[in-house]
């Protein structure tokens, strides 16, 4: 079964075309940072006004990739929530148009079920085999910090959230802070990647009996310390790099040792089988190799590029919700605020 995966949540138009939810025929993104970086954030507007020119465009070219037509297609799965509206309308209200053009069936894909479903694409063990059920998901990114059990297909509980701002969100607003660019996760990794002077330790908040998380506490941590320095509000004096990175090193341990306690203690909690890493902040090198360091159990992570928003983990998800049953939702509305378990 070929599927077309669909993904506009946000500021990057993903297509990809995906065959029995782990072979990947296509995946082209075509991504509005740079757009945006002027802004030091997506502009939800500009953000749709963008998927809309370049939609089409990035369709063709993903089936041609493929080397397939559009009636050559089992179905399309597209992102119907969360995420931002005028784009996730753009994304859904092409794939509606598609599906009707070819009489294909038409099946909307929560935004964070698809991180999950990264892990079952290619180069990865199926971990519907191994290590099997029940799997404790990470999904971080720049909206979510979530840890849910997936105790089978479809069968989702939350075990913690975000009190207050995301992983994600902290890297970028932080990165603003310290005049490092948009996005801020690969700007904050790649600046802790320099040769650094020891930082005294940023806080690592807890929620009390709770493996919630919270960042805002870590975010006013870092405008503290920027204020300190001089650095915040920008100025014309020049910033001492090595200082610099030390900061970022130490922001990125701080978000990483976060997380990764949360982890491990629901790991145990649930006597999960493996654990699943996936979201934008999944690529982050320092903690795709903590957690593999400190797991108790197997630890699935698709390879970075799959982290990232993609049509691929779409069309992944779809497949497993398509295998049995052929519908039509041509009612299908977008849900900004969609939640998985």
């Not at 694409?121 to 059920?133: K, Q, W, Y």
């Not at 998800?317 to 299908?332: I, P, T, V, Y």
Request: aromatic fraction near 4%; proline fraction near 6%; include cysteine.
């Amino acid at each position: 079964m070929k599927l077309l995966g669909i993904e506009t949540s946000c500021d990057e138009t993903g297509i990809a075309v995906i065959e029995n939810g782990r072979q990947i025929h296509s995946n082209l993104v075509a991504s509005q940072i740079d757009i945006h970086a002027e802004y030091g954030g997506v502009v939800p507007e500009i953000a749709a006004r963008q998927h809309l020119l370049t939609f089409n465009a990035v369709v063709k070219q993903a089936l041609k990739d493929a080397e397939l037509e559009l009636h050559h297609l089992d179905g399309i799965a597209v992102t119907h929530g969360p995420g931002l509206a005028g784009p996730l309308l753009v994304g859904v209200n092409a794939a509606k148009g598609l599906a009707l053009a070819e009489n294909l069936p038409l099946v909307g894909i929560n935004h964070l079920e698809g991180h999950i479903y990264a892990a079952w694409l290619e180069d990865i063990p199926d971990p519907e085999v191994n290590p099997g059920f029940p799997l404790l998901c990470l999904i971080a990114s720049g909206g979510h910090t979530d840890l849910i059990l997936m105790e089978d297909h479809g069968r989702y509980q939350l075990l913690a959230e975000t009190r207050d701002d995301a992983a994600g969100e902290t890297f970028d607003k932080a990165a603003r802070i310290l005049g490092l660019g948009f996005p801020g996760g690969p700007a904050i990794q790649k600046m802790a990647e320099h040769p650094h002077s020891p930082e005294a330790k940023l806080p690592r908040p807890r929620v009390k009996g709770s493996n919630d998380f919270s960042f805002s506490g870590l975010k006013t941590a870092v405008l503290h310390r920027a204020q300190e320095k001089g650095w915040y509000p920008p100025t014309d004096c020049d910033i001492d790099q090595n200082e610099l990175a030390g900061v970022a090193a130490e922001l990125q341990e701080a978000i990483v040792d976060s997380i990764i306690s949360r982890v491990v203690t629901a790991s145990k909690q649930h006597h999960v089988k493996g654990v699943v890493l996936g979201g934008g902040v999944a690529a982050n090198s320092l903690l795709r190799s903590e957690t593999t360091k400190h797991s108790p159990v197997e630890v699935i992570m698709p390879r970075p590029v799959l982290c990232t928003d993609n049509g691929a983990m779409i069309g992944a998800a779809g497949w497993f919700h398509l295998r049995n049953s052929a519908k039509h939702q041509w009612d299908m509305d977008v849900v900004p605020g969609l939640r998985l378990a």
